[in-house]
């Protein structure tokens, strides 16, 4: 094979010293030029050849020659790949086409050259028409704004929730990174609303319309879910739910949790004790009834109470302890217990159906 490699493709003997240079810069622009022509014709052992001969030879000549020879290795389907992976770790003139384009280089290749070099690199690689989570992870991590802007914009691009939670993060400062995350139709329920948080009001009309309608109404409901939960966690976070709702669980199992224990519970304003236990009573999450029961509109919290057979007695006593002793005004209350008895179960029912495609979800 070393016989054939310097009678069929170079003779290597030839191109030493000085008076050799203009000779390596054509020997590379010829065997790069031949083997792109030639490559889905090759068999294993030829393409074996060319990569020896490539790999030898792209060491020998300038930075201009290497750029030709990765122009022509970059859109190949099949290719030496010794020598695109020794091209893709080049500096960037040369690089770039390789780390943009080829599909020779495997995702352990690309996370090696984005732990390695810098943001350039970095940026071309965030440009591929397909990126992995695993290579994402990396380009969001290691990458500067700009190389965050071109990932978060790349719809080919895969990525995971931590990746996508560090962007929506970054993207509070950045206009851009926003606008370039609301293009993306990937993001999930969570993932919108915590966008929406912080995205300014440029970037939330946008998001707005450019959705159909049912998508409009779904970010913002998301928006205001995000307000709410950002307001209502200073609220909540003097309150300890987790022991609330073992106490609870442990008066279920003796058969003590009723609308007589909550309605104790209230009159001692016991916030979290209330909680978990009208939690248990409507069968929802201890999390989420918490911020139901702290937001400054108490309306779906009545509805939902008069839909599970509340007395109106005991939604009064909820609606003037904890949070709400400080966030309702009396003029909210009197309205709150208004709509509770003005409604019917049934009513309130078919309002808690609705919600569970819209607001709940």
Same mark, same amino acid.
Not at 256 to 272: G, T
């Given at each position: 094979m070393t016989?054939?490699?310097?009678?069929?493709?170079?003779?290597?003997?030839?191109? #030493?010293?000085e008076a050799g240079s203009a000779r390596r810069a054509e020997l590379a622009r010829h065997v790069a030029t031949l083997f792109a022509l030639t490559s889905d014709r090759c068999s294993d052992?030829?393409?074996?050849?060319?990569?020896?001969?490539?790999?030898?030879?792209?060491?020998?000549?300038e930075a201009e020659v290497r750029r030709y020879v990765a122009e022509q290795m970059s859109s190949l389907r099949r290719g030496p790949?010794?020598?695109?992976?020794?091209?893709?770790?080049?500096?960037i003139e040369v690089a770039?086409? &390789?780390?943009?384009?080829? #599909?020779?280089?495997?995702? #352990?290749?690309? &996370?090696?050259?984005a732990e390695k070099r810098g943001n350039t690199h970095c940026f071309a690689i965030a440009q591929r028409e397909v990126l992995s989570e695993e290579v994402t992870d990396v380009l969001v991590r290691k990458g500067d704004l700009k190389?965050?802007?071109?990932?978060?914009?790349?719809?080919?691009?895969?990525?995971?929730?931590?990746?996508?939670?560090?962007?929506?993060s970054d993207a509070a400062?950045?206009?851009?990174l926003q606008l370039s995350l609301s293009e993306r139709g990937d993001l999930a329920e969570a993932h919108i609303a915590s966008l929406v948080a912080v995205a300014s009001e440029e970037v939330r009309k946008k998001l707005q319309a450019a959705g159909r309608e049912e998508e409009a109404v779904r970010l913002d409901e998301a928006a205001d879910v995000a307000a709410q939960h950002m307001s209502n966690q200073y609220w909540l976070g003097r309150y300890d739910f987790e022991t609330a709702r073992s106490r609870v669980i442990l008066l279920a199992k003796r058969g003590?949790?009723?609308?007589?224990?909550?309605?104790?519970?209230?009159?001692?304003?016991?916030?979290?004790e209330a909680v978990a236990t009208f939690s248990w009573l409507v069968r929802a999450g201890v999390e989420e009834m918490s911020h139901w029961m702290v937001r400054p509109n108490p309306?779906?919290?009545?509805?939902?109470?008069?839909?599970?057979?509340?007395?109106?007695? #005991?939604?009064?006593?909820?609606?003037?302890?904890?949070?709400?002793?400080?966030?309702?005004?009396?003029?909210?209350?009197?309205e709150s217990m208004a709509l509770f008895e003005r409604m019917t179960i049934a009513e309130a029912k078919r309002k808690m159906s609705h919600w569970t495609s819209t607001v709940l979800n």
């Open positions: 016989e054939a490699l310097k009678t069929e493709l170079v003779n290597f003997s030839e191109l #030493t010293g052992e030829q393409v074996d050849i060319y990569d020896s001969v490539l790999l030898r030879l792209v060491d020998m000549v790949e010794e020598t695109i992976r020794r091209l893709a770790d080049d500096d770039e086409p &390789i780390l943009v384009r080829s #599909t020779v280089l495997r995702d #352990t290749d690309l &996370i090696k050259i190389v965050k802007r071109k990932v978060a914009g790349n719809e080919g691009a895969s990525l995971s929730d931590a990746s996508l939670m560090v962007l929506i400062a950045d206009a851009t003590m949790v009723n609308e007589a224990a909550l309605r104790r519970f209230a009159s001692e304003d016991r916030f979290a309306e779906p919290f009545v509805i939902l109470a008069k839909a599970s057979g509340f007395s109106s007695i #005991t939604i009064s006593s909820l609606l003037s302890i904890g949070p709400w002793r400080h966030r309702l005004t009396p003029e909210v209350r009197s």
